[in-house]
């Protein structure tokens, strides 16, 4: 069971991450439930939680807390007021399963299993097989077969310490306005290469390859390659229209 906290009402974790960015980076590990608690009542958390109810295709909680505290850092809302605020989220079947977290006791818990118990539970469901990753926003990828020039996603990895010693450098000695101009450049202007298990004469001079006349994506002649080989050459700026990629 993995639980979140959504911060404030901009919807982010601490972490500066939307519920959703949150859900695309942990779902890989195939989580029993998934939830948030703490920091905001039920009233201003149901969003999120219907949000995350939306996109996970396992068990969702959530643990509000007992409204907002006061000016002495307590917390004023009964156990009664507090079940009918989460009555929607049982009446529009958000969640498998309710609790409390600050400033909520037994008589809060006893209230809200006393309401929750008429309706039925959340019931699982399937989502889209999709690309999905995140940063602070969620990326969800879904290239179009009939148009794949308009759906087109280039992937660059130079920010990656075990792929670029620059990077690698400026992230050790803490020099992130360096970091961020390695990334700026990489956005500005892609080139992917990759030559396994071959020769450079078996290859023809990759650095030859990548003159402007290639800067649209099309691969290089492979004919003279064995079976067994890959070999890869993409050059594209993301102001360039793509040329659709053929092998």
Not at 201 to 224: E, K, T, V, Y
Not at 228 to 245: G, N, S
Request: hydrophobic residues 35%; aromatic residues 6%; charged residues 25%.
């Amino acid at each position: 069971m993995i639980s979140g906290t959504i911060v404030d009402n901009s919807g982010r974790t601490l972490s500066g991450q939307t519920n959703e960015a949150f859900w695309s980076s942990i779902n890989q590990a195939k989580p029993f439930a998934v939830g948030l608690n703490c920091a905001l009542g039920a009233t201003d958390m149901k969003k999120y939680i219907a949000n995350l109810s939306k996109c996970a295709d396992c068990y969702v909680f959530c643990y509000p807390n007992a409204g907002l505290p006061n000016a002495m850092g307590g917390y004023d809302q009964k156990g009664p007021e507090m079940a009918e605020e989460i009555r929607p989220f049982c009446e529009e079947g958000l969640v498998n399963a309710i609790g409390g977290c600050c400033g909520t006791g037994p008589e809060h818990i006893a209230a809200i299993k006393a309401m929750a118990s008429k309706y039925p539970a959340r019931k699982k469901h399937e989502v889209e097989p999709l690309l999905r990753i995140s940063g602070l926003e969620p990326l969800n990828y879904k290239p179009d077969p009939s148009n794949m020039r308009s759906t087109f996603l280039n992937l660059g990895e130079r920010c990656n310490v075990a792929g670029s010693l620059l990077f690698k450098k400026a992230i050790i000695d803490n020099d992130y306005d360096k970091a961020l101009a390695i990334a700026l450049k990489q956005v500005s202007s892609v080139v992917f290469c990759s030559a396994p298990m071959l020769t450079l004469d078996s290859f023809a001079d990759p650095a030859r390859r990548a003159r402007p006349g290639h800067q649209h994506g099309r691969w290089p002649d492979r004919r003279h390659e064995r079976d067994d080989q890959v070999c890869q050459l993409v050059c594209l700026r993301p102001r360039d229209q793509p040329r659709a990629l053929h092998d």
